[in-house]
């Protein structure tokens, strides 16, 4: 097609699938050559679906047993849906058990706690009272002084302040 000729498309296909032309388009076909070759071509295509329809259409209807069979993969759903939560209670059963022998076997190989040796014990006793040289620099004779010293803004003397509100 022409591109003079992309205007009358769509009068083109109404008129092959309607069989109307308007008076303007039967003029353009008259004088187009490649528009009545499309118009012709497809006419035929449209013919040609009209007849293949009727065998298409045959063969549509569902078979005698349709419903029969519709019915027994229904029965059978039904039923594999019924035989899901035992099987899923009977697995959740048999981890529980596979977790059990797990933790019973870890207990029973594990070993008993033996005595600690009596040197060991002193020493570990030793380590945990064992104190940085550098801490006896830091205890005071005034230790507890400073730790009484009061803070930013307080008074050494327990006299409440007053404020600005109670004046």
Same mark, same amino acid.
């Given at each position: #097609?022409?591109? +003079?000729?992309?205007?009358?498309? =769509?009068?083109?296909?109404?008129?092959?699938? @309607?069989?109307?032309? +308007?008076?303007?388009?039967?003029?353009?076909?008259? $004088?187009? !050559? @490649?528009? $009545?070759?499309?118009?012709?071509?497809?006419?035929?295509?449209? *013919?040609?679906?009209?007849?293949? /329809?009727?065998?298409?259409?045959?063969?549509?209807?569902?078979?005698?047993?349709?419903?029969?069979?519709?019915?027994? !993969?229904?029965?059978?759903?039904?039923?594999?849906?019924?035989?899901?939560?035992?099987?899923?209670? +009977? /697995?959740?059963? *048999?981890?529980?058990?596979?977790?059990?022998?797990?933790?019973?076997?870890?207990?029973?190989?594990?070993?008993?706690?033996? #005595?600690?040796?009596? =040197?060991?014990?002193? @020493?570990?006793?030793?380590?945990?009272?064992?104190?940085?040289? $550098?801490?006896? /620099?830091? #205890? +005071?004779?005034?230790?507890?002084?400073?730790?009484?010293?009061?803070? /930013?803004?307080?008074?050494?003397?327990?006299?409440?302040?007053?404020? =600005?509100?109670?004046?």
């Amino acid at each position: #097609m022409k591109e +003079t000729c992309d205007k009358w498309k =769509d009068r083109l296909l109404e008129a092959a699938l @309607t069989g109307a032309a +308007t008076k303007d388009f039967e003029e353009h076909l008259r $004088s187009c !050559a @490649t528009c $009545s070759r499309e118009l012709d071509a497809v006419r035929a295509r449209k *013919a040609r679906l009209e007849e293949l /329809l009727p065998l298409v259409a045959r063969g549509s209807e569902p078979s005698a047993d349709f419903r029969a069979r519709v019915l027994a !993969a229904t029965a059978a759903a039904r039923e594999g849906k019924r035989a899901w939560p035992w099987r899923a209670w +009977t /697995l959740a059963g *048999a981890a529980t058990m596979v977790v059990v022998v797990l933790m019973l076997g870890v207990t029973l190989r594990r070993k008993t706690p033996g #005595m600690i040796p009596g =040197d060991e014990l002193a @020493t570990a006793q030793k380590l945990a009272e064992w104190r940085a040289p $550098s801490d006896s /620099l830091l #205890m +005071t004779p005034g230790q507890e002084i400073i730790g009484t010293m009061p803070k /930013l803004g307080e008074s050494y003397l327990n006299v409440p302040v007053k404020k =600005d509100e109670e004046e």
